[in-house]
């Protein structure tokens, strides 16, 4: 353990700024809390960790930027202890890279935004107490339904917010998957971890015989632990196009792109190029779903400049609640299709999303404070 230190000489104007490397998302929020104080804000979240075929079999970890309003930070005390926290020293003028000149600006969002909602109401409060995601409740709180059942038993109201959620949930677009299939997202999101899994269960559960096809486009994406894993469940590697099977729902093939980063958009828009000259029309977005929303919305715009049709969800093990992803999956145009449990590919995958979703969208002590005879929903 490493003694949570600070650079006097050194700290920004706007506060000082620690670099925390941690197992989970919900060990970052504790050790947050419990060290740096509830006003201490998250400014940035990196996978970092596992190289190689050892990613597939260890748990890589979050490296988390927290940053301390410059009035709170003297009432830290440099001794502390980070719990079950690796922690280095104090960030000077910080991980926040001014940006490039000549980078492409991300248009803004047309989607989600933040949605406003009123406490008055003692199950908002009880729900935010255990919570829940803020922008949720505002959605929820603007269905034609709140005020008939804002008033109900707390029993009651939870049942009304799944059912609702469900109905919203069934609702939406769902895209089918093709016969070419291409993974996109941002470096350490779990894409290719998610790819084993979809190899797996392609290979065991359907029957399948599906093949690989590694794409550079200009960045480097070296292909050493899945070639491995390949090997092991008998899916053949490609690194060019030519020479590869016929593409047929028997044999179906995936496609592996190097992490597109999300300051760059020509990746992205080079990226899109690519796939419409192979006619790949399954463009399956993979993200972290333990990242801050921020991130998540970040990646969703980015990922409309390369055509994205699918989201896959990773990390979901990690959450204590999935409150903050159904305004995602019900605001946006991507068609929900897997949640991937674990950092290894033996961990668990899912294609029903909204069961996974329903099923880690109330914290345990509001099931035990009026929703257990709810459960089976």
């Given at each position: 353990m490493n003694n949570l230190t600070q650079d006097q000489a050194a700290t920004p104007a706007s506060g000082k700024r620690f670099r925390l490397t941690v197992r989970s998302a919900e060990e970052a929020v504790r050790v947050i809390r419990d060290k740096l104080g509830d006003q201490a804000r998250v400014l940035s979240v990196r996978q970092v960790g596992g190289e190689g075929l050892k990613r597939f079999i260890s748990s890589p970890k979050l490296e988390v930027i927290a940053e301390i309003p410059a009035d709170d930070s003297d009432e830290i005390s440099d001794s502390g202890l980070l719990e079950e926290a690796e922690v280095s020293e104090?960030?000077?003028?910080?991980?926040?890279?001014?940006?490039?000149?000549?980078?492409?600006?991300?248009?803004?969002?047309?989607?989600?935004?933040?949605?406003?909602?009123?406490?008055?109401?003692?199950?908002?409060?009880?729900?935010?107490?255990?919570?829940?995601?803020?922008?949720?409740l505002g959605e929820i709180q603007s269905w034609s339904s709140w005020q008939e059942m804002?008033?109900?038993?707390?029993?009651?109201?939870?049942?009304?917010?799944?059912?609702?959620?469900?109905?919203?949930?069934?609702?939406?677009?769902?895209?089918?998957?093709?016969?070419?299939?291409a993974l996109i997202g941002a470096p350490g999101v779990?894409?290719?971890?998610?790819?084993?899994?979809?190899?797996?269960?392609?290979?065991?559960?359907?029957k399948k015989i599906p093949f690989v096809l590694k794409v550079e486009n200009g960045i480097p994406n070296p292909?050493?632990?899945?070639?491995i894993f390949c090997e092991v469940i008998g899916v053949t590697l490609f690194r060019?196009?030519?020479?590869?099977?016929?593409?047929?729902?028997?044999?179906?093939?995936?496609?592996?792109?190097?992490?597109?980063?999300?300051?760059?958009?020509?990746?992205?828009?080079?990226?899109?190029?690519?796939?419409d000259a192979m006619q790949v029309d399954t463009r399956v977005l993979v993200v972290n779903g333990?990242?801050?929303?921020?991130?998540?919305?970040?990646?969703?715009?980015?990922?409309?400049h390369?055509?994205?049709?699918?989201?896959?969800?990773?990390?979901?093990?990690?959450?204590?609640?999935?409150?903050?992803?159904?305004?995602?999956?019900?605001?946006?145009?991507?068609?929900?299709?897997c949640i991937c449990n674990g950092q290894n590919v033996t961990g668990d995958f899912s294609?029903?999303?909204?069961?996974?979703?329903?099923?880690?969208?109330?914290?345990?002590?509001?099931?035990?404070?009026?929703?257990?005879?709810y459960k089976n929903v």
């Open positions: 104090d960030l000077a003028v910080a991980d926040k890279e001014a940006p490039s000149s000549n980078a492409p600006n991300l248009p803004e969002d047309p989607g989600l935004s933040d949605v406003s909602f009123d406490e008055s109401n003692d199950k908002v409060r009880l729900l935010r107490k255990a919570g829940f995601d803020l922008n949720l804002k008033d109900k038993p707390l029993a009651d109201v939870l049942k009304e917010i799944t059912v609702g959620l469900s109905d919203r949930f069934r609702s939406t677009k769902l895209t089918p998957t093709t016969d070419k299939i779990g894409k290719t971890t998610t790819l084993c899994k979809f190899l797996a269960h392609e290979v065991f559960m359907n292909d050493d632990a899945l070639r060019e196009p030519e020479g590869m099977p016929q593409v047929s729902e028997e044999s179906p093939l995936y496609l592996d792109f190097p992490g597109l980063s999300l300051s760059n958009l020509q990746d992205w828009v080079e990226a899109k190029q690519t796939l333990a990242y801050e929303r921020d991130i998540l919305l970040r990646s969703i715009r980015s990922a409309k390369v055509g994205a049709t699918h989201l896959a969800i990773t990390h979901f093990d990690e959450l204590s609640n999935s409150t903050k992803l159904w305004p995602v999956l019900l605001q946006e145009d991507l068609s929900p299709l294609t029903n999303v909204l069961n996974q979703l329903i099923s880690r969208t109330f914290p345990e002590e509001l099931y035990a404070r009026g929703f257990s005879s």
